[in-house]
């Protein structure tokens, strides 16, 4: 075979500290079956300290929000309750189950699109609410008024900044208003003085590009002044989220695979995916074309590091940096982290169904899971499973490094893991499990599904007590007795 | 010399020897070609006017120049256009040098920033957005000229028919042992290259590309150069890649030792030449030529440098800075809280200095305050005092962290009476104090 194309997933000690232990894992997929998600409530609270480290460090006040859409998980959110942490939910479904966790009103803001029973629980409650455009903000005076509900608190979603100098160009959001019809808006808003108050504004930008979002940002500081000159009291100004998460423990591996995936494409070497597959990139007469489709998945500046990159930066038309203008100007400052939030708070685990060799020599492992357990490859993101071997089995003395393709429980060609072969220190055998580290944001349970009648992945809670590890049912998980630090 | 027009002063540029003792080569003569010294500064020129050239003689009027860079070829580009009396566009991933963004617009150029990647992918969208640029500007001929440099044949024959043979006349008919080029968009290399081994089959040519997560202004790391139309691998008999930091080294050899005032491009050609040809020279009895490309200058890299290599700027400490403060100097600062100083404005009608931004400040303020913005009162600082010692002054900043120093420092300096407001202008908002906007 040739030297195997590693991407070794980053594991922080909690979470290599819950792959290290076999037995456990192994025990728990013997009771709960195949595949088991489970989550880590002690790690997100951690990551709340980081981001709020963030704040400090810049002396800025302001919120951090969890964007619950990140995990189903009812453990997380409860250990979340019990944290500073505010909550960013996306529809009813996630409002009631924050509610039902135990975040107070004051703590949740609704965004994205709504309907009208999530305005009016949200109102009702007391809760925040992101407007994405003017009719939104009609539909929910139009409640507060009908029903007598108290004055809704609101945030202005923008779009469409402006840049100063170059053009900034961004990809068109189908979420928020232009920012060149604040002016309307804010007629609304006075229309609607009765039942509404503002409280901020906010813009999320689905780019990892920092010019863009800082050119929202200084956009927004900006509208906060007009605000005020109309007479408006906002206090916030809420940047969203995307801050992003680094996957893979090594920046050579990635580098390194992903020349060879070069190579690959151009025909330069043995294919590293199944049929040839180039991830967007193609070859047109010997030159590369097309755009890698992969999330970056080495990305040391992420997470609470890319938050204070992007509050580092200067603003092209006012010149101080951005943490400055929002400290000096008084405004609070909101993150929405979803992904970066849940960063090492999780893994997927599979069973080994078979293990065996193609006529033309690729070895294809089975899974008891599919591809929509563990939506990796879907997200763009390649990393490489934690080879888990059952207890008592055979020294791995003596073995190979082996490059394999991940295949799914379902009956259908399309069923892959993963599209590319993935390399594994050792050839897996049945019984063996291979753990989807790192998986609980957007990969864990966002695209499961009953196709076929299989079933969806339980999911348990793990923490740790006198230094081993514990679990319980996600829906019975309470952050009593049941944190690391026993209070 | 006398020319008609800047545009033929294009070319020609020196070829010069690099003393042995600097390089340490025994063996092997080693020549720059000075590319730095064409009119715009770099040898983009060469490629940016022969690709402009059959546009203008068509009668390109009113159409829009547009080129993917952000750099060299976009400078020259923009010249040339303007000179013209065409608009011209650039479309960049990134502006990554600054210095070279401002002289852009300074020069009238108009410039596109593509959108960086999304945070949630869409696998359904594989087209990257250079590609749709592409589509956009063939489908519209009529309002635009793409001239296209990593595709554009005309980029290599500039060289093949110009630099090329420039260096086979300056070295009395012959065609250097070895030639040493940064691949960008390949063009100077590949006709350098072609107009060489025309001559002499047997010139050696090394190409160097970027470590791959290294940024060197002008050159591809080794992924990247297969998105070069241009590129063909069989141009070089070896392509080896250079570090950033490689490039800066080699680069202060030549502004420093050299007299030659090169970017990180030419810098990181000659590092690359001198690793190659060391490694050659200590097998060699007879003597050989090598001749390497000295792309651009180093003006423009001044704040590459200064992300990179901080300590190569170093600047004299100046008196009286906030970085000069001790532990002692800051015990010995007088701060006092909102109520107090309420108090004390109200009784003594100290000079109140905001020390936030000036739109802040606009924005709300303290009533009576006035405005010298942090970075104004530090250099007004370096200066002495700018008010008597015994004019009473409360500064006050976003959170009392920084008027804290200065008033240290303003102690330290010598002023009787200056105090500091604790927790700055937000304290000072969160106990009710009134702001105004006057």
Known sequence: MTTPLYLTPRLEDRLASLLDDPDFLHRLTHALGSPLNIVLPDQIAENVERFRAVHDRHRLSGTVYYAHKANRSSALVRRLADTPAHIDIASLGELQHALGSGFSPDRIMATGPKNPELLWLAARTGVSVNLDSVDELHLLADLVTRHRLPKARVLIRLSDFESSGTTVLTKRSRFGTPVGRIGMFLDALEKHRDSTELTGVAYHLDTIGLAEKATALEGCVRVMRECAARGFRPRA???????????????????????????????????????????????????????????????????????????????????????????????????????????????????????????????????????????????????????????????????????????????????????RMVFLPHRPEVGDLLAFANTAGYFMDFSADHALHQPIARKVAAYRTAGTWDWCLDENYWPISRTEESR | MKY???????????????????????????????????????????????????????????????????GNTAKALAVLAAM?????????????????????????????????????????????????????????????????????????????????????????????????????????????????????????????????????????????????????????????????????????????????????????????????????????????????????????????????????????????????????DLAAAVSIDTPAAQRWIEETRPLVVDLRGSFAFDALHIPGSVNIVDEVFAELLHGGMPFGRNQPVLLACPVGEQSAKYAALLTRMGHGDVRSLTGGVVAWRDAGAPLVRD
């Open chain 1, 237 to 419: 100004v809420d940047i969203g989220g995307g801050f992003g998460v680094d996957y893979l423990a090594d920046g050579a591996q990635w580098e390194a695979y992903t020349s060879e995936l070069t190579n690959a494409v151009l025909g330069k070497r043995p294919p590293l995916t199944w049929q040839g597959h180039g991830y967007g990139l193609r070859s047109e007469a010997g030159t590369l074309r097309g755009a890698l489709g992969l999330y970056p998945a080495h990305r040391p500046v992420s997470g609470p590091r890319y938050l204070d990159e992007l509050l580092s930066q200067s603003s092209a038309s006012l010149g101080r940096p951005l943490a400055t203008l929002l400290l000096e100007n008084l405004h609070d400052l909101h993150v929405e982290p979803g992904r970066a939030l849940v960063d090492q708070c999780g893994a997927v685990l599979a069973r080994v169904l078979e293990v065996r060799d193609t006529p033309e020599g690729e070895c294809v492992v089975r899974l008891e899971m599919n591809a929509s357990d563990v939506s990796l490859e879907e997200h763009g993101v390649l990393m490489d499973p934690v080879l888990v071997r059952r207890p008592g089995a055979p020294s791995t003395a003596g073995t190979n490094p082996t490059g394999a393709y991940l295949i799914g429980n379902l009956c259908l060609e399309a069923d892959f893991i993963t599209r």
């Open chain 2, 84 to 328: 013209h009396g065409l608009p011209f566009k650039s479309v960049t991933n990134r502006m990554k040098v600054p210095e070279i963004k401002d002289l852009l617009l300074l020069l009238g150029a108009e410039i596109e920033e593509l959108p960086g990647q999304a945070e949630c992918l869409d696998p359904t969208n594989t087209e990257d957005p250079l590609t749709k640029i592409h589509q956009l500007l063939s489908a519209d001929t009529a309002s635009y000229v793409h001239t296209d440099q990593y595709y554009n044949e005309r980029n290599i024959e500039a060289h093949r028919n110009s630099t090329g043979p420039e260096i086979i006349k300056d070295l009395g008919g012959h065609a250097p042992d070895y030639f040493i080029a940064a691949v960008g968009t390949a063009g100077s290399s590949t006709g350098c290259a072609r107009a060489l081994r025309a001559h002499d089959p047997d010139t050696s040519v090394v190409g160097l590309v970027a470590h791959k997560s290294d940024f060197i202004p002008g050159i591809r790391n080794i992924d990247e150069v297969h998105e070069v139309g241009l590129f063909d691998p069989g141009t070089y008999d070896t392509i080896e890649s250079v570090s950033a930091d490689e490039a800066i080294d080699g680069m202060l050899t030549l502004v420093r030792r050299c007299g030659m005032l090169a970017g990180p491009t030419g810098g990181a050609a000659y590092f690359g030449a001198v690793r190659h040809l060391r490694a050659v020279d200590a097998q060699l009895t007879d003597r050989r030529t090598a001749v390497f490309i000295v792309c651009d200058r180093v003006e423009s890299y001044m704040s590459y440098v200064h992300k990179r290599r901080p300590e190569l700027l170093r600047r004299p400490a100046r008196p009286n800075s906030l970085a000069s403060l001790t532990d002692t």
């Open chain 2, 4 to 70: 008609d027009s800047i545009t033929e002063v294009i070319g020609d540029t020196p070829l010069v020897r690099i003393a042995p003792e600097i390089h340490g080569l025994d063996n092997i003569d080693l020549y720059a070609k000075l590319e730095m010294l064409n009119p715009f500064g770099s040898v983009k020129d060469r490629a940016a006017w022969n690709m402009l050239q059959p546009h203008l003689e068509r009668g390109g009027a009113d159409r829009t120049v547009v080129e993917l860079s952000s």
